[in-house]
């Protein structure tokens, strides 16, 4: 069975850090990009970072990039979201998803998907 399963979120003050952590089982791990997706209330889903082993790349949403960072631990079959000096803003459900095919920022582009971790930021 696959598995997704987010978890780190929660409460936090602005200009706090959250880890966020994307623990994946069920699939063949190094043959996906692993990406972290997020759905703020009344919002649309977007892509916030995604890291792609084959490729040895990692991509950011421009709006978050010089705050968060993404890595990965293969052995551990985990992806990690690191946020620092979150915004109000930053508030949402955070999704981790696996793609066979390439880093992107669609959601169609994924086969995979958690089911979401929150992260409330107050001021």
């Known amino acids: 069975e696959v598995q997704l399963v987010e978890s780190g979120g929660g409460l936090v003050q602005a200009g706090g850090s959250l880890r966020l952590s994307c623990v994946a089982s069920?699939?063949?791990?190094?043959?996906?990009?692993i990406a972290w997706f997020r759905q703020a209330p009344g919002a649309d889903r977007e892509g916030v970072s995604c890291i792609s082993r084959i490729a040895g790349r990692t991509y950011y949403l421009d709006s978050v990039k010089d705050r968060i960072t993404i890595s990965s631990d293969n052995a551990k079959k985990t992806v990690t979201l690191v946020m620092n000096s979150l915004e109000p803003g930053d508030t949402a459900v955070y999704y981790c998803?696996?793609?066979?095919?390439?880093?992107?920022?669609?959601?169609?582009?994924?086969?995979?998907w958690g089911k979401g971790t929150m992260v409330t930021v107050y001021s």
């Open positions: 998803a696996a793609s066979r095919r390439y880093c992107s920022d669609s959601q169609g582009a994924m086969d995979y």
């Open positions: 069920g699939f063949t791990f190094d043959d996906y990009a």
